[in-house]
T-cell receptor, first 113, second 118 residues
Framework: DQQVKQNSPSLSVQEGRISILNCDYT??????FLWYKKYPAEGPTFLISISSIKDKNEDGRFTVFLNKSAKHLSLHIVPSQPGDSAVYFC????????????FGTGTRLQVTL | GAVVSQHPSWVICKSGTSVKIECRSLDFQATTMFWYRQFPKQSLMLMATSNEGSKATYEQGVEKDKFLINHASLTLSTLTVTSAHPEDSSFYIC??????????????FGPGTRLLVL
């Protein structure tokens, strides 16, 4: 039972354009959501997060949007840069679980010149 | 951000042998460490949660006798894959959690250990 889903396994975007990565979840107990970036043979690195009390959080080129009624979140990267090419995982956690994260399946982003 | 190391980074072993993977938080104290496994083109699957000085909590379907976890100090957790078989071949990643801040932001991941069982 995949509680966090990333339906697009891959995405290709031209440098300078916007990258939009999507994530859906099914567990209504999730109230904190995170995006991680992962390079091959490395551990994930934290990018940005959002609490369920917000619908948007912005940090530089990265913005995360949360639509609670649709159980959907998205990560926008603008402008996209070649160094953004990596696998992006969304993750979710319910309240009071001491950071127990449930990860999505990942989306491989390729930013082309 | 904080640094978490894993050793070894990769290991090849014969079927039936045991393999120990170390996870260290280098510049902070981790009250909780997590062990994940990632199969090719799949998500990171949480295997177990390890709290310093107490027994690990395993996720459903993870054999505690096969994947032994020890969290003896605030900076070190070990995962031992006992009697490894080819189906245990995977990428194992640990993360360490700091008490400060919110969930996830203070969960720092190690670089992972690739295990290949022949």
């Amino acid at each position: 039972d995949q509680q966090v889903k990333q339906n697009s396994p891959s995405l290709s975007v031209q440098e300078g354009r916007i990258s939009i990565l999507n994530c859906d979840y099914t567990n209504s107990m999730f109230d904190y959501f995170l995006w991680y970036k992962k390079y091959p043979a490395e551990g994930p690195t934290f990018l940005i997060s959002i609490s369920s009390i917000k619908d948007k959080n912005e940090d530089g080129r990265f913005t995360v949007f949360l639509n609670k009624s649709a159980k959907h979140l998205s990560l926008h990267i603008v402008p996209s840069q070649p160094g953004d090419s990596a696998v992006y995982f969304c993750a979710a956690t319910p309240t009071g679980t001491a950071s127990k994260l449930t990860f999505g399946t990942g989306t491989r982003l390729q930013v082309t010149l | 951000g904080a640094v978490v190391s894993q050793h070894p980074s990769w290991v090849i072993c014969k079927s039936g042998t045991s393999v120990k993977i170390e996870c260290r938080s280098l510049d902070f104290q981790a009250t909780t460490m997590f062990w994940y496994r990632q199969f090719p083109k799949q998500s990171l699957m949480l295997m177990a949660t390890s709290n310093e000085g107490s027994k690990a909590t395993y996720e459903q379907g993870v054999e505690k006798d096969k994947f032994l976890i020890n969290h003896a100090s605030l900076t070190l957790s070990t995962l031992t894959v006992t009697s490894a078989h080819p189906e245990d071949s995977s990428f194992y990643i640990c993360s360490a959690h700091s008490r400060s801040g919110r969930a996830g932001e203070t969960q720092y991941f190690g670089p992972g250990t690739r295990l290949l069982v022949l």
